[in-house]
């Protein structure tokens, strides 16, 4: 797809894409965590949705998803941004539907969460990053 073909496109169609891609790796990704000999791994990305995280390790899952304003603000500091939205011919607009997508696909995250009884913060960044580091501690009971 061109760049026009992805970012310009509905941000429902899109965020309802992730979640089939997300859907569809998931075996790979989880066949390759499962060889790593670790007493816990820690990983970070919209991957691993709560539907996709109960098929493989339920009781080991958190998912922490960004408030609107806290997700907007940080991705507009982030330097390769643009570089993502290069060849779009309306770089606002697809920006704007990047972030509708990824809001929309937040509150799924957490409507899955709801649903299959797993623990789910929403971070809007008035927490410090200690504070975060000690919810995720004692939800899983590290010392």
């Not at 760049?3 to 965020?15: A, K, V």
């Not at 089939?20 to 990704?29: A, G, K, Q, R």
């Not at 697809?94 to 972030?99: G, I, Q, R, T, V």
Request: contains cysteine; hydrophobic residues 40%; charged residues 30%.
């Amino acid at each position: 797809m061109t760049p026009d073909e992805i970012w310009l496109r509905e941000p429902l169609i899109q965020c309802e894409d992730e979640f089939l891609i997300y859907d569809e790796i998931s075996e790979l990704v989880f066949e390759y965590l499962e060889k790593i000999d670790a007493d816990f791994i820690v990983t970070e990305g919209a991957a691993y949705t709560s539907n996709v995280m109960v098929k493989y390790r339920k009781k080991e899952y958190i998912s922490i998803i960004p408030t609107p304003d806290f997700q907007i603000s940080h991705y507009k500091e982030r330097e390769w941004v643009p570089y993502i939205l290069e060849g779009c011919s309306d770089k606002q607009q697809a920006f704007n539907n990047w972030m509708e997508r990824d809001i929309l696909f937040a509150k799924q995250v957490k409507v899955e969460c709801e649903e299959n009884v797993v623990p789910c913060i929403v971070n809007d960044g008035s927490r410090t990053q200690d504070e975060m580091f000690n919810i995720v501690k004692e939800l899983f009971n590290l010392k």
